[in-house]
């Protein structure tokens, strides 16, 4: 299983490069200067991603934490991060843009992201458990 955390914490240090290179230039090319959800891409994908999956693969190491209900637990982690930055992408596309949301399409898009976050602070707290068992 550490070698799949290791796997996991190097794919989403290249989605962090990706989001940020994609944050600048999107916002070159078109002028924007002014805030956007994009900015924030690059930092969820480097922290919750690869920082929290390089800890996993270390904590695996030393602790051998990973029981059966791990895989499913991970899978959860990984959907809920996922889904939340590819919500702060269609904002801070929008936003970059200069589109004008109905009250609906924010609710709806802020919705989404909220049950990603609650899939993240579900899958961390079952993490974390696990490798308090072991500790």
Known sequence: MMKKYANAAFVYAIAAMVGGVFY????????FTGETALSVVHTHYFMM???IFLLL????????????????????????????CVM???RGI?????????????ASISGIAGIG???LGVSLVLLLNQIRKKA
Do not use: D, P
């Open 88 to 90: 702060l992408l269609v």
């Open 117 to 119: 976050h609650i899939m």
């Open 94 to 106: 929008m936003q970059a843009l200069s589109v004008e949301m109905s009250r609906g399409l924010t």
């Open 49 to 51: 991603g690869m920082v």
């Open 57 to 84: 693969a270390l904590l695996e190491k030393a602790l051998a934490f990973t029981g059966k209900s791990t895989g499913r637990i991970v899978a959860v982690y990984h959907a809920g991060l996922n889904l939340t």
């Open 24 to 31: 600048r230039e999107f916002t070159k090319i078109i002028g």
